[in-house]
């Protein structure tokens, strides 16, 4: 059966985003040339213009997957068991185990403010997030500004795990996570 023009374009496509997101992980953003990028998915740089416009384009594509995969994980946003805390907590320590994969840590948090500029970064995790973060929150009784601090402090331990991916950062991150979480319960319960 042969393809449509459609469907090479989207093998194409996600070729070329399976290929950055390896490279940007490894490389970083800055050490990743589109060329790179096109001879690791087979093909060719005019395929990455004919997709996007430039590195930064294609780097948001990067992110916005690397949003969804961890969207489909995250048990605090597929519903989850327990209570609102206990979904937070587990959600949190698996965001930040997760931080501790380039893929993740070096991609969302430690290149993606820097090259979509921090207000287009803040709408993309706001847009993934906020509104599972807040409902969780509402549920236990809380303001949705909790919510927002929550999120705020997973972005700092995640940058901290990115930067520092020992077990043991790991392990000290989600303690702290899980002890925020912890008071907060307390505080709207």
């Known amino acids: 059966m042969r393809r449509t023009n459609e469907e090479r374009s989207r093998a194409t496509r996600h070729d070329l985003v399976e290929a950055a997101r390896g490279l940007f992980a490894e490389h970083g953003y800055a050490g990743t040339s589109l060329a790179q990028i096109a001879a690791a998915a087979g093909t060719t740089t005019g395929a990455v213009y004919h997709h996007w416009e430039n590195k930064q384009?294609?780097?948001?594509?990067?992110?916005?997957?690397v949003h969804a995969d961890l969207h489909r994980v995250l048990p605090a946003r597929s519903g989850g068991t327990g209570t609102p805390a206990d979904r937070l907590k587990a959600s949190g320590s698996l965001f930040l185990r997760r931080c501790a994969d380039p893929a993740v840590g070096r991609i969302l948090l430690v290149d993606g403010p820097s090259v979509l500029g921090q207000e287009k970064w803040r709408n993309l995790d706001e847009q993934w997030w906020r509104g599972p973060?807040?409902?969780?929150?509402?549920?236990?009784?809380?303001?949705?500004?909790?919510a927002v601090a929550l999120l705020g402090s997973?972005?700092?331990?995640?940058?901290?795990?990115?930067h520092d991916p020992r077990p043991v950062r790991i392990r000290r991150c989600q303690q702290v996570y899980r002890t925020l979480v912890d008071a907060v319960s307390v505080q709207v319960n």
């Open 133 to 146: 973060a807040v409902a969780l929150l509402r549920e236990a009784g809380g303001p949705e500004e909790l």
């Open 154 to 162: 997973l972005t700092a331990l995640g940058q901290e795990i990115a």
């Open 57 to 65: 384009e294609l780097f948001h594509a990067v992110v916005e997957q």
